[in-house]
């Protein structure tokens, strides 16, 4: 069983920047590869960005190419997203997401595919 917890959100103006973290409390954090997904009011749940198991390998939704970017320490058992030049239409819960991809390259980039799931942290970007 792997518990993510994110932290991170809150309320920034546009062109702000914001860092969320996600601490998972699994022995083998290195065997997962991770992804970050948001949903915004009203709308479904989205991938945003995605990284392999080692970091190495990293993938993001067009949106957020160049805005936002996503890191890793094993050490920690902690995913980050570093996110700059925030948007109003970037507002959205914020979840992090775990998928056993051990010593691949695989980078998640959908909800089906992912194991475990945190609770989400809320994102607002005021105009």
């Known amino acids: 069983q792997v518990q993510l917890v994110e932290s991170g959100g809150g309320l920034v103006q546009a062109g702000g920047s914001l860092r969320l973290s996600c601490a998972a409390s699994?022995?083998?954090?290195?065997?997962?590869?991770m992804g970050w997904f948001r949903q915004a009011p009203g709308k479904e749940r989205e991938f945003v960005a995605g990284i392999s198991w080692s970091g190495a390998n990293t993938y993001y939704t067009d949106s957020v190419k160049g805005r936002f970017t996503i890191s890793r320490d094993n050490a920690k058992n902690t995913v980050y997203l570093q996110m700059n030049s925030l948007k109003p239409e970037d507002t959205a819960v914020y979840y992090c997401a775990a998928y056993y991809a051990p010593h691949t390259i695989v980078v998640p980039t959908t909800i089906a595919g992912m194991n475990y799931w945190g609770k989400g942290t809320l994102v607002t970007v005021s105009s």
């Open positions: 699994v022995r083998t954090f290195s065997s997962y590869a």
